[in-house]
């Protein structure tokens, strides 16, 4: 299993970002797949869930600004980061959760 995340960067409160992670040596329509993100200093944290099929479910802390999304053709799971905060900084890390398998993440900085 390989993970590839990608779409993070440097961006102002209140802006967007779409975080992008590309999975390859399985087939994500079959597997539950979440993001994570850890902050300096501080512990991994769960931020979003979807599984085909299912009711995407989030982290209170993100909840109504961020949006989980799949794309089979493209083997990606998509987050849509809207409303950001400067708290929102952090390394995300998308994982199918039947893997131990952690890719590189992407950084994201929200900061004026």
């Known amino acids: 299993v390989q993970l590839q995340a990608s779409g993070g960067g440097l961006v102002q409160p209140g802006g967007s970002l779409r975080l992008s992670c590309v999975v390859s040596g399985i087939i994500i329509s079959g597997n539950t797949i979440d993001w994570y993100r850890q902050a300096p200093g501080k512990q991994r944290e769960w931020v979003a869930t979807?599984?085909?099929?299912?009711?995407?479910t989030y982290a209170d802390s993100v909840k109504g600004r961020f949006t989980i999304a799949i794309y089979n053709t493209e083997r990606a799971v998509t987050l849509q980061m809207n409303s950001l905060k400067p708290e929102d900084t952090a390394m995300y890390y998308c994982?199918?959760?039947?893997?131990?398998?952690w890719g590189q993440g992407t950084q994201v900085t929200v900061s004026s």
């Open positions: 979807i599984t085909p099929g299912d009711i995407p």
């Open positions: 994982k199918p959760r039947r893997y131990n398998v």
